[in-house]
Nanobody, 127 residues
């Protein structure tokens, strides 16, 4: 069982930055693929970024939606059981509730079928 708690959301002006954090419970954090999804009002939830489960000395692969590529960076700190989403050059269209997700399958996580989800944190970007 994994519990995820997001933090770091808020109100920011266009062009600004925010860093979201997602703290996870459990002792096998490194065995989970982690990701961020978002849902804007009236829209379906969409994939934002993901990072594969850790595999020894190999750097974890990361994946991004085209809409955030070059602006957002996902990273993980297995010692702190935390995954981060650094968001730069924010745009009004980035406004949404951001959800953290985890799954032991890299593919399930990226497809939105992750087994564990956080409660979400609101990000609002003003123009």
């Amino acid at each position: 069982q994994v519990q995820l708690v997001e933090s770091g959301g808020g109100l920011v002006q266009a062009g600004g930055s925010l860093r979201l954090s997602c703290a996870a419970s459990g002792r096998t954090f490194s065995m989970y693929a982690l990701g961020w999804f978002r849902q804007a009002p009236g829209k379906e939830r969409e994939f934002v970024a993901a990072i594969n489960r850790s595999a020894g000395w190999t750097a974890e692969n990361t994946y991004y939606a085209d809409s955030v590529k070059g602006r957002f960076t996902i990273s993980r700190d297995n010692a702190k059981n935390t995954v981060y989403l650094q968001m730069n050059s924010l745009k009004p269209e980035d406004t949404a509730v951001y959800y953290c997700a985890a799954d032991q399958s890299n593919l399930s996580l990226r497809s939105g079928r992750g087994g564990y989800w956080g409660q979400g944190t609101q990000v609002t970007v003003s123009s």
